[in-house]
């Protein structure tokens, strides 16, 4: 299964790539016009937006390759069981953070559709195109946590430990298991 996972983030991660490659060029062609006198405009406010969705899309591409910061002063005195058991461990726990980041993200989303806001901006962009794609992406990496961490659970509840570490230990020691 994760594996699985793994392919669809990337394919996330490939159109979220592609977005601010896009977002890249649009930068760029402002830059360049500016040279002649003129501007796009806006390239600051959608360049932010841009950064802001690729952050919540990404944050699961990066879980699943196993990308994230970790500090692993305790961990790494264990043995395998007991770096599985402080992975399921923290897996547990920034699944319940990223869950409660969705659950609170829904309030703004909703605020800004009940009320039409729009950006205090030149643009004058209507939030809610910037703020549910926003929203959806830290959905998507509740769910695609809450998955992880139920595969994970599963693997240290069956004693394959090894295997646990490699779908959720830190990026050092899977490049060793494999």
Not at 8 to 35: H, P, Q, S, W
Not at 106 to 130: F, I, K, Y
Not at 152 to 166: D, M
């Amino acid at each position: 299964m994760i594996q699985t996972l793994r392919a669809l983030n990337r394919k996330v991660a490939l159109l979220v790539g592609f977005g601010l490659l896009a977002c890249a060029a649009f930068v760029l062609t402002d830059i360049i016009m500016r040279r002649f006198g003129t501007s796009l405009g806006g390239t600051e406010e959608i360049a932010g937006y841009a950064m802001a969705l690729a952050t919540s899309w990404g944050m699961s591409y990066t879980l699943l390759e196993l990308g994230h910061v970790r500090i692993d002063l305790v961990r790494t005195r264990f043995k395998t069981f007991g770096r599985a058991l402080f992975d399921v461990f923290s897996m547990i726990v920034m699944t319940g953070v990223i869950i409660t980041i969705a659950i609170k993200a829904w309030p703004v989303v909703a605020h800004s559709l009940t009320n039409g806001s729009r950006a205090n901006t030149p643009l004058e962009t209507p939030l809610v195109w910037v703020q549910f794609p926003w929203f959806a992406g830290w959905v998507w990496f509740a769910i695609m946590s809450t998955l992880t961490t139920l595969c994970a659970l599963g693997l240290l509840l069956k004693r394959r430990h090894t295997e646990t570490e490699s779908i959720i230990g830190a990026f050092a020691e899977q490049d060793t298991l494999q």
